[in-house]
């Protein structure tokens, strides 16, 4: 079965940091990884879907790159602001055509 | 264009009552996911529909579990009777078909006392 992890399962950088949240699978047999974001009390947005032919996708400020072979993904998060602030989830989806999810970073933002 | 629409938001019941849940997928997509999100977890899949064929539901605890999508179109979601573990956020997912972006909706927050 599919395992997804996150590291680190907290993070808390003040306004203006560049950084970065990882992801690993355990399986490489994917066919495409994406990144929600999840905000208190409410349901996922999406923010990049990357294919498995991929190597990586851009939008905004957000950059996720994809490193299949090693089971690896990174969402890179530009000059952060308050509003950044949300639990980052990274799933995967496998041959079964299944999303399996990671149990998220939860970010803060300081002003 | 309207996302994924689920009610209710919030539900609160007794143990051993039944409780359903609805769910309205973006128009047009035929593929739509029920899952299980616990606190502090990440979701996890319930149950896969393409169309009105229920086409993975190992996750799905048949005792006291049931969906069904009978059009092809909105899904309901039921339990019974609920226990005190069913405590979770139930979130319905759709997209256009298999390994497309899915798209969620905002969830059914499910309290059981």
């Known amino acids: 079965k599919q395992e997804v992890t996150q590291i680190p399962a907290a993070l808390s950088v003040p306004e203006g940091e560049n950084l970065v949240l990882n992801c690993s699978f355990t399986d490489s047999a994917i066919y495409n990884l994406q990144w929600f974001r999840q905000d208190p009390g409410k349901g996922l947005t999406s923010l990049l879907l990357?294919?498995?032919?991929?190597r990586e996708q851009t939008s905004g400020r957000l950059n996720a790159s994809l490193d299949k072979s090693s089971g690896r993904s990174t969402l890179y998060i530009a000059a952060s602001q308050p509003g950044d602030s949300a639990t980052y989830l990274c799933?995967?989806?496998?041959?079964?055509?299944?999303?399996?999810f990671g149990t998220g970073t939860r970010l803060t933002v300081i002003p | 264009e309207a996302g994924v629409v689920q009610s209710p938001r919030y539900k609160i019941i007794e143990k051993k009552q039944p409780v359903a849940f609805w769910c309205n997928p973006i128009?047009?997509?035929?593929?739509l996911y029920w899952y299980r999100q616990n606190l502090g977890q990440g979701p996890e899949l319930l149950i896969r529909y393409e169309n009105e064929e229920a086409v993975d539901d190992s996750q799905l605890p048949k005792d006291r579990f049931s969906a069904e999508r009978l059009k092809g179109v909105d899904s309901t979601l039921k339990i019974q009777p609920a226990e005190l573990g069913d405590s979770a956020v139930y979130l319905c997912a759709s997209c256009k078909s298999s390994n497309n972006e899915q798209f969620f909706g905002p969830g059914t927050r499910l309290t059981v006392l």
């Open positions: 990357i294919q498995s032919s991929q």
């Open positions: 128009s047009g997509h035929n593929t």
């Open positions: 799933a995967v989806q496998t041959g079964a055509n299944n999303l399996f």
